[in-house]
């Protein structure tokens, strides 16, 4: 133990979760699951219970939900693409 010194090599790099385009990532997986949740929901809406009717989601909502995530989805899947 005396008089023996080790030197331990650190790196200074750190790994980031899925590189260093985590943001465009996840907008391109939250705006692909906005945007097709959505448009799913409109094709196929959910079975009515017996306690009560289910209404249709109101049409001008769902049409601004489709299209602000096919916005985010194109932006993230264009930054990926890109660099």
Do not use: N
Request: avoid cysteine.
């Amino acid at each position: 133990m005396f008089g023996v010194h080790r030197v331990f090599a650190q790196s200074t790099e750190v790994e980031t979760f899925l590189g260093d385009d985590l943001l465009a990532w996840l907008a391109l997986a939250i705006g692909a699951a906005l945007a097709l949740g959505t448009l799913m929901a409109m094709i196929r809406p959910p079975a009515r219970h017996e306690s009560g009717d289910l209404e249709r989601p109101p049409l001008s909502r769902s049409v601004l939900m489709i299209a602000v995530g096919t916005v985010a989805a194109v932006w993230g899947l264009a930054t990926l693409l890109s660099g």
